[in-house]
């Protein structure tokens, strides 16, 4: 059963209004979700939320602007 989650991951602050590449790989390397195109909104305290729906497991966030990347590891459980 999927499970709603945001997905926070911190970018740095001159990522803020640029393009942005984002996907979410499974640890079997399947792409469960990829954003080729976006702009990046940080806000003022620096973490990007992504909202989504993830079966229970462990993700490995990546977002990338330009030749800069930001990566984190998620478990999502109930």
Excluded: F
């Excluded at 590449?21 to 954003?35: A, C, F, L």
């Amino acid at each position: 059963m999927p499970v709603k989650n945001n997905i926070s991951i911190t970018v740095p602050h001159e990522w803020d209004g640029l393009r942005m590449r984002m996907r979410i790989v499974d640890m079997q390397g399947r792409v469960v979700m990829s954003v080729s195109e976006g702009y990046v909104s940080v806000g003022t305290s620096g973490p990007l939320s992504i909202p989504i729906d993830l079966s229970n497991g462990l993700y490995a966030v990546e977002c990338v602007v330009g030749g800069e990347s930001a990566r984190t590891v998620v478990v999502v459980e109930r």
